[in-house]
């Protein structure tokens, strides 16, 4: 986990110093909405029903 956040930081300042951060986090929060659009229930699939008579 140490190693994982050490990674964001130095992408982070590297973003930073190059000045791509806003389009960073632009293409973050769209990736996030599409995650949250993805997780609704109406993209699960249905229940198996029995037949009815």
Same mark, same amino acid.
């Given at each position: #986990?140490?190693?994982?956040?050490?990674?964001?930081?130095?992408?982070? @300042? #590297?973003?930073?110093?190059?000045?791509?951060?806003?389009?960073? !986090? @632009?293409?973050?929060?769209?990736?996030?909405?599409? !995650?949250?659009?993805?997780?609704?229930?109406?993209?699960?699939?249905?229940? #198996?029903? !029995?037949?009815?008579?």
């Amino acid at each position: #986990m140490s190693s994982l956040i050490k990674i964001a930081s130095i992408l982070a @300042f #590297m973003a930073v110093a190059s000045g791509n951060l806003p389009t960073i !986090l @632009f293409h973050v929060r769209k990736a996030q909405l599409q !995650l949250i659009q993805d997780s609704k229930a109406s993209k699960w699939p249905k229940a #198996m029903t !029995l037949p009815s008579r």
